[in-house]
């Protein structure tokens, strides 16, 4: 299924990145620069994790791709690509509190991402956040943080 979507948004992607050069009469070496990478987002944007124990961990809303994620302190850094471009998207990372029996515990999140309708199909590409400090497991100082395909280590002081 990923494979898919993955192949669909590429298709997509180069189907609306066509970009036009023009040349000045004068001009004598023509460059383009490349669209930036999305803007670090400040703190105040950093999202808590919603633990609720009857959470629907299959509910994840309209189609992304998760591309990686990373931890650093008690912050979760989400990389996801998605289409879209007209309308704002909002995301949720939800947790059932439940951790797997292992040696470090592990816990599994679910990614929610709301498009608002958005029926654009500009591939958009974005780092989300989010604090996990409530995915803490009292008896170990590491949990294993796993969102679809990828995982990340998470290590704190109780």
């Given at each position: 299924m990923n494979k898919y979507l993955?192949?669909?948004s590429v298709v997509l992607f180069s189907a609306c990145h066509h970009k036009?050069?023009?040349?000045?009469?004068?001009?004598t070496n023509t460059t383009t620069t490349p669209t930036p990478l999305p803007e670090a987002k400040p703190d105040s944007d950093i999202k808590d994790v919603q633990v609720l124990p009857n959470v629907d961990m299959q509910d994840v809303g309209a189609a992304c791709k998760v591309d990686s994620i990373s931890v650093s302190g008690d912050v979760l850094s989400v990389f996801v690509n998605y289409s879209g471009g007209c309308k704002a998207h909002s995301w949720e990372l939800l947790s059932n509190g439940m951790f797997a029996k292992s040696l470090p515990p592990k816990v599994t999140v679910c990614l929610k991402h709301t498009n608002n309708g958005d029926m654009c199909r500009e591939l958009k590409m974005q780092e989300v956040k989010f604090n996990i400090s409530k995915l803490k497991y009292l008896a170990s100082q590491t949990v294993v943080v796993e969102l679809r395909e990828s995982s990340a280590r998470y290590t704190y002081k109780n």
């Open positions: 993955l192949i669909i036009e050069l023009s040349k000045t009469p004068d001009a």
